[in-house]
């Protein structure tokens, strides 16, 4: 729908298995499956991420997907290692974690939201989302849930870590046992979605700053400019493929 340039991978929350639940060489925080990144070019796409996603339960009972996440996006997996190729400095970065058990990551919870912000720059607020699909329930603001079926009944719960992540970068949270169709939808728009945020290259003087899509003044009722995070931000986010142009007095220090 949104026509988008993207990148999946695929890892999973299990650092420290002994022996590799998926055959040969077991290495914590690689993306697995084959292509290990996945575009919008990949042929039978829907099927290779089918594979790539079913990583099965034989992994450590220890699930530590703050950490996973850490170490696939870390050196020397991200840079010369088997995730190569997989952060590229222009796109946005949307980590989704899948448990349904509570985080065992060894850092605390700001050290990796500190981490994951770090990756995109902290005043990039806008290029960064952790989601989490896990053991929780929006309604009651629970970190568990549980689901009956005609299989019988299962629960799930998360004490709450993957929950202040997702709170604090700006991403989604989600019962893991309710029905995805809306999870999937709403984890979609926000990671492939238009944006709304523009980050400007040097701090700007904020009654100069002037705004032009497809070389037409915007009303400055349509947006508003962040000094904090040196950005304008649309009231509604401009059409696909629109031109943005942002002219302002820079600020000498």
Known sequence: T???DFQIGVTTTDI???????GGKFTPGELRGSPKIMT????????IFQQNVNVGTNGS????GLEAARLALSHPLITTGANKGFLRTDASLAVIAVSDEPDQSPQAVQYYINFFRNIKGVRNVDQFRF?????????TKQNQCSKSGAGGSASASSQGRYLAVANGTRGVAASICQDWAGTLRQLGALSFGLRSQFFLT????PQTVQVKINGNTV??????YDATSNSVVFKKPPT???TISINYRAICF
């Open 16 to 22: 420290g298995s002994s022996p590799n639940p998926f």
């Open 240 to 242: 696909a493929g629109a």
């Open 202 to 205: 040097r701090p700007a003087d």
């Open 2 to 4: 949104f026509n988008v």
């Open 219 to 224: 009303p400055s009722t349509d947006w508003t």
């Open 131 to 139: 989601s989490a699909v896990i053991g929780y329930d929006p309604q």
């Open 40 to 47: 919008n070019s990949t042929p039978n796409l829907e099927t």
């Open 61 to 64: 009972a220890k699930e530590a």
